[in-house]
């Protein structure tokens, strides 16, 4: 499945649009690994933690994304769009939300 930022795709026409497509995911953040990187912050360098569970909701939402465009009879889906948050869990936990979005279409002569 062809996906893209942009609203078109270059050297090939939109035979159909199917509608918006969405795919989200929310992952739990715990105190460890929220411990480690509040140090990595404070003595500069990147959270290797963070950055892996960034990672892997993008590729669990954009995947959600691409399942449902499939299921509508899409073969691409443009205009995506990514949010990040962090959504609070209690007192000593966060949990990561990273939702996509995009427009769910047919591409001619596919």
Known sequence: ???STTHSIEGRQIAEYKGI????????????RDLFAGIRDIVG???GAYEKALRQ?????????????????ANAVIGIDL???NI???SNS??????????????AGS
Do not use: K, W
């Open 94 to 107: 966060s949990m990561l939300m990273v939702s996509a979005s995009g427009t769910a279409v047919v591409l």
């Open 1 to 3: 499945m062809i996906t």
């Open 45 to 47: 360098g990147r959270s």
């Open 83 to 85: 949010d990040y948050e």
């Open 21 to 32: 497509v969405t795919g989200e995911a929310i992952l739990g953040t715990n105190i460890f």
């Open 88 to 90: 609070s869990a209690g």
């Open 57 to 73: 909701a993008r590729e669990i939402a954009l995947e959600e994304m691409q399942d449902e465009a499939r299921r509508i009879g």
